[in-house]
């Protein structure tokens, strides 16, 4: 199965939608805060997130959540607003902002590495890909100054995604 999570009335097609208000488009109705959700375990091959977590009030049990439900090699794509975008914080709703580091807790690895075995996550996902959305102008500048933008100046990038992958 194919899940868009907190699809809302713009679910992929192929997907099933999950959301918690019913809709053209939610195939399963749902508060996805309440855990678990009415999925079967290892049962999920690609997951859809888009513009949901920022609004998740505990991404580590929403994490765990998609590793229990996804197959192992399932792909998790999460989009949202980034830390420097004002998007980010002007929505009273967003409980978080986004930033590349944000997804190396969710990597058993990395926790070890960096001696956060103790936190309570217990999913493991490689990080396969990560892409940030430029605003106008910056998606017509040069690399070189897009890259100095990023980290330099705010609202120079709108969005995040991050692709995952389940390991199990």
């Given amino acids: 199965m194919k899940l868009d999570i907190a699809c809302g009335q713009n679910k992929r097609p ?59 090699g399932a792909k998790l794509t999460i989009i949202g607003p980034y830390y420097t975008s004002i998007r980010a914080w002007q929505d009273p709703t967003h409980v978080r902002a986004l930033s590349e580091a944000t997804w190396m807790y969710f990597n058993k690895a990395w926790r070890e590495t960096n001696k956060l075995a103790h936190y309570p996550i217990t999913c493991d996902f490689d ?22 933008a990023q980290k330099h100046y705010f609202n120079v990038v709108s969005d995040i995604m991050a692709e995952l992958t389940v390991r199990k």
């Fill in 14 to 72: 192929g997907f099933v939608g999950i959301d918690i208000a019913p809709g053209e488009g939610v195939d399963i109705v749902h508060d996805l805060e309440v855990y678990p959700w009415p999925i079967k375990d290892h049962s999920v091959s690609e997951m859809h997130v888009s513009h949901y977590v920022e609004h998740v009030k505990d991404l580590m049990n929403f994490m765990n959540e998609c590793h229990r439900i996804g197959e192992n």
């Fill in 127 to 148: 990080i396969t890909n990560m892409v940030v959305f430029f605003n106008e102008p910056w998606n017509q500048k040069s690399e070189e100054a897009r890259q100095f």
